[in-house]
């Protein structure tokens, strides 16, 4: 997991759970650009411009907390994309995505078919195209 602070927001991505649908490169470009380097820009949105996009990350690659100190409202900062709200959700969802994969958020166990563990976490996206190079989850590649 790579971690991007300044003084009011830490933003979380984990590049593994990423489905590259680029919600948040389409809806914030100022913040998620793919051709700068590093691709986050923290400091090119407003906290709360960026709360909002990552609320609606539909893989939980992106999450975030509130550093100590933060002058975001708290009750901003308990979104569904906060790093924290996934460990305290009460149920699992389970989404299918137009052309895409089956995204399951909340905490969950992964088991493969001969019921080893296969991965534990609070958001995984599992292929349903077949094309994916890390079977079961999605890389993208139903994109093409
Ligand atoms: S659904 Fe994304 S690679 Fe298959």
């Not at 979380?12 to 948040?24: G, M, R, S, T």
């Not at 550093?67 to 409202?73: A, F, L």
């Not at 709200?85 to 992964?110: D, F, T």
Request: contains cysteine.
């Amino acid at each position: 997991m790579r971690t991007y602070q300044n003084q009011d927001l830490i933003v979380y991505w984990k590049p593994e759970n990423c489905i590259h649908v680029a919600n948040c490169i389409h809806n914030l470009p100022s913040v998620f650009n793919k051709k700068n380097r590093p691709w986050i820009d923290i400091n090119g949105a407003s906290p709360e411009e960026i709360i909002k996009l990552i609320d609606t990350c539909p893989s939980g690659a992106l999450s975030y907390s509130l550093p100590e100190g933060s002058r975001v409202d708290p009750d901003l900062g308990k979104g569904p994309g906060s790093l924290h709200y996934r460990h305290e959700a009460p149920q699992v969802e389970v989404r299918l995505m137009k052309n895409g994969p089956i995204l399951i958020k909340g905490p969950s166990i992964l088991y493969d078919e001969s019921g080893a563990q296969l991965k534990t976490g609070d958001a995984f996206s599992l292929c349903r195209c077949g094309k994916t190079k890390n079977p079961p989850f999605c890389d993208g590649s139903h994109r093409y």
